[in-house]
């Protein structure tokens, strides 16, 4: 209850039209200036990687073969270095893309990039012409990871995003997706100004989050892609001194392309 009153008191102010316009029409540049005003601190390693997607340490093993790995909102790396520092695999090929030339930049410039194996391009992943990123051909991806990408496209950009995934990915290739789940403790703590749309914010640095359900997610990309899972990840954060109680939500799942 305590959640949907802080979503209501949201709603009593939302972004005025004009702000709105400008948020919507250049999500880039505010990513590009996030990337600009931290690079010394947003590379965070996700220790949680290996236990949470498997699938994407088993391609590293020397003898797995020719495996095409696509990192879609690579930022500064954070899936695709952890990777390529566990691979023993000569075949396998793993590509970022993200849609903030600073991102991709970092990616490119890092002593950890190894072109060998990797591989960093600029691309939108709601392109409503359907291209694809530079050096990635039709139906050529095994695996397409999203960990916190997803959030940041506005709801009308989600079915151009899935059919360019499915462009992309080979028959039976799989998508590995982590993202916010409705009522996240950062949901509930946005103050009045920041609603774009239901559920749909504007962070203080111009960035743009979603937060999703389950129902949502299956509905996205179900229409689509055969669903093997979606789950809800709740950890229960105390702030002993205030006596509150607030969760951290986020949504995972696997979708296979059959």
């Known amino acids: 209850m305590e959640a949907e009153e ?4 949201q709603k009593e102010a939302p972004v005025n039209d004009f702000d709105k316009k400008l948020y919507m029409d250049e999500p880039a540049k505010y990513w590009d200036k996030f990337y600009r005003n931290n690079k010394d ?3 965070k390693d996700r220790k949680w990687l290996k236990i949470e997607f498997p699938e994407l340490y088993e391609a590293t093993k020397a003898e797995s073969g020719p495996v095409n790995i696509l990192e879609v909102g690579c930022g500064a790396g954070n899936t695709l270095f952890p990777v390529l520092k566990s691979n023993e695999n000569p075949d396998l090929k793993i590509t970022g893309v993200d849609f903030s030339p600073r991102a991709v930049e970092i990616v490119k410039t890092s002593e950890n990039f190894d072109t060998k194996n990797a591989h960093a391009a600029v691309w939108d992943l709601a392109d409503p012409e359907g291209k694809l990123p530079e050096g990635v051909e039709e139906q050529s991806i095994d695996i397409v990871v999203m960990i916190f990408v997803f959030s940041a496209l506005s709801p009308d950009q989600w079915t151009q995003a899935v059919k360019n995934l499915q462009n992309l990915l080979k028959p039976g290739g799989h998508i590995l997706f982590r993202d916010y789940g409705r009522y996240d403790l950062t949901q509930l703590r946005f103050k009045g100004g920041r609603l ?3 559920n749909f914010y504007i962070r203080g640095d111009g ?3 979603y937060f999703f359900t389950e129902e949502e997610l299956q509905q996205i990309f179900g229409s689509v892609f055969r669903t093997i899972k979606i789950g809800t990840d709740r ?3 105390v702030n ?7 969760y951290r939500i986020w949504l995972q799942a696997h979708f296979s392309n059959d």
Do not use: A, C, G, Y
């Not at 002993?240 to 607030?246: D, I």
């Open 240 to 246: 002993r001194q205030r006596k509150l109680k607030m």
């Open 207 to 209: 960035t743009r989050v």
């Open 196 to 198: 774009l749309d239901e």
């Open 6 to 9: 802080k979503i209501s008191k």
């Open 41 to 43: 601190n947003f590379f």
């Open 235 to 237: 950890r229960l954060m």
